[in-house]
């Protein structure tokens, strides 16, 4: 078993990061603050903001066979990239930068034009195209750390991230991605460079471009940090951590300075956007922490994500709300709940390829939430073979994510009467424990959210919650 380089620090900038030269400056002086504190880097960067989307967008348009649209979006990327490297660099480091662009944006011409005279765009070339935002974006980031004294060196990504050939959401292959960053990264930080490299890309062992999935960025990170051993694993993005609710509802919202794995993934599955927790997983389970943090605000401790959830006072970490649900009802008529009933509702669900968010039943009935859809009247008429269906819209789901309800007695009332001028539809207690969600309807999701947070986040443990960020708000009203 190798040993922790607890002097290694992995920082993975996403696309807002590094939306233009100007927030590139930025991430150039956030890796600058670390250097100087004696760590050692490693960066993993996203694409440029919303550039895999336009790829993808390419691609599409070249596969129907749309060419000058495809070219014309890539023109597009093209002057942007152009632009901001003129912004970021001058003199020799310019001077390499500008050919490297243009042949790369030459190469993923060539290839829309394949695409669009095929006329056919597979999983396999549709990952190719996609993996030009990550190939681009690193060059240009470790030509800007070279030209600040930060002795960038860019390493392709394909070179490193070894998976099996599942395009478009390829598994990683953790042994030979460690033997790779051994044999390519590390001396690269032995020498004090900053290897940069694209998050999202990687490559089947025969060397053909894969992709991790969508914002796979994080994911790519947490196999460097993990492959290496790091001493921690910085995300940046835009937002100062993981909140104890969405400050848009609740001015009085905290940052939480440390939660756990498992909560951080409940919340979010429930719509907290900050990142996928399962990508982060390789890094947990080797114990590195993660760091949650602002790009923006990089004075901002933001959150930490630790494997053991730290003991709190309060029972709750975090309140999650999402919108635009419906709820089906659906009353057995005809087969009462017999054998096979419930997989024949569920088939149905299955067929329109329809999520469930939660599920209740009592003996004649099942009452499920999904997010609302076009498919939902075609998906009420399969059922009404089977059953009486009712639908109702509008609703919202409340989820309550905290370990310590585990212990706690009577929490149930409390949330419940915290809110007991609201209609409660539907309540689950999830099989993880460590959650507590209900349906209510969607006008009074502020209303809700607001009680609740007033409730259990107003004596808040100042070890675990960030009691600074009220006082910043109070002040300013
Ligand atoms: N650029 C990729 C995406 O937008 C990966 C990432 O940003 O994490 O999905
Ligand atoms: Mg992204």
Not at 14 to 43: C, F, H, N, Q
């Amino acid at each position: 078993m190798s040993v922790a380089r607890e002097s290694l620090v992995v920082m993975k900038f996403g696309g807002t990061s590094l939306e233009d030269a100007k927030a590139m400056e930025r991430t150039a002086a956030i890796v600058a603050s670390r250097r100087k504190k004696g760590l050692d880097a490693a960066v993993v960067v996203s694409a440029m903001a919303k550039v895999t989307d336009q790829l993808l967008a390419a691609a599409a348009a070249a596969g129907r066979g749309d060419k000058a649209g495809a070219l014309a979006l890539s023109s597009r990327l093209r002057h942007r990239h152009i632009d901001t490297a003129t912004d970021l660099l001058t003199g020799e480091h310019a001077a390499g930068l500008h050919p490297a662009v243009h042949a790369e944006f030459d190469a993923l011409d060539d290839l829309l034009r394949g695409i669009a005279a095929v006329g056919e765009l597979t999983a396999r070339t549709n990952d190719l195209v996609v993996s030009f935002g990550e190939r681009l974006s690193s060059r240009m980031v470790a030509a800007a750390f070279a030209q600040r004294g930060l002795e960038g060196a860019h390493v392709d990504a394909r070179s490193c991230i070894v998976t099996d050939a599942n395009y478009g959401k390829a598994a990683p292959l953790e042994p030979a991605i460690e033997a790779k960053l051994r044999e390519i990264v590390l001396p690269l930080i032995e020498a004090k460079k900053t290897a940069v490299m694209g998050g999202f890309i990687g490559a089947t062992t025969e060397g053909i471009t894969t992709t991790l999935g969508r914002g796979g960025s994080d994911y790519t990170a947490a196999l460097v940090g993990g492959g290496l051993h790091a001493g921690a694993i910085e995300i940046w993005t835009d937002v100062n951590g993981i909140m104890t609710t969405d400050p848009r509802i609740c001015p009085d919202a905290l940052r939480v300075k440390t939660i756990s794995f498992e909560e951080a993934a409940e919340l979010a599955y429930f719509g907290a956007k900050v990142l996928h927790p399962a990508t982060i997983l390789p890094a947990v389970q080797k114990n590195i922490p993660v760091w949650v943090l602002n790009s923006r605000n990089a004075e901002n401790e933001g959150t930490q994500i630790t494997a053991v959830a730290p003991r709190c006072k309060s029972p709750f970490k975090s309140i999650a709300a999402k919108k635009k649900l419906t709820i089906i009802d659906i009353v057995a008529s005809r087969m009462l709940m017999s054998h096979g009933y419930m997989k024949a509702v569920f088939d149905v669900f299955d067929k329109y390829k329809c999520v469930i968010d939660m599920v209740s039943t009592s003996e004649v009935s099942i009452s499920l939430s999904v997010d609302s859809n076009q498919r939902l009247p075609e998906i009420c008429e399969d059922l009404s073979k089977i059953a009486d269906v009712k639908m109702e819209g509008n609703k919202a789901l409340i989820c309550m994510v905290g370990e310590d309800i585990r212990g706690h007695n009577g929490i149930a009332g409390q949330v419940f009467s915290a809110i007991s001028h609201v209609n409660v539809r539907m309540i689950s207690q999830g099989a993880s424990e460590i959650n507590m969600s209900f349906m209510i309807e969607e006008e009074d999701v502020e209303e809700a959210v607001r009680s609740l947070h007033k409730h259990f986040f107003a004596d808040p443990d100042e070890a675990i919650f960030d009691v600074e960020a009220r006082v910043q708000v109070e002040s300013k009203a």
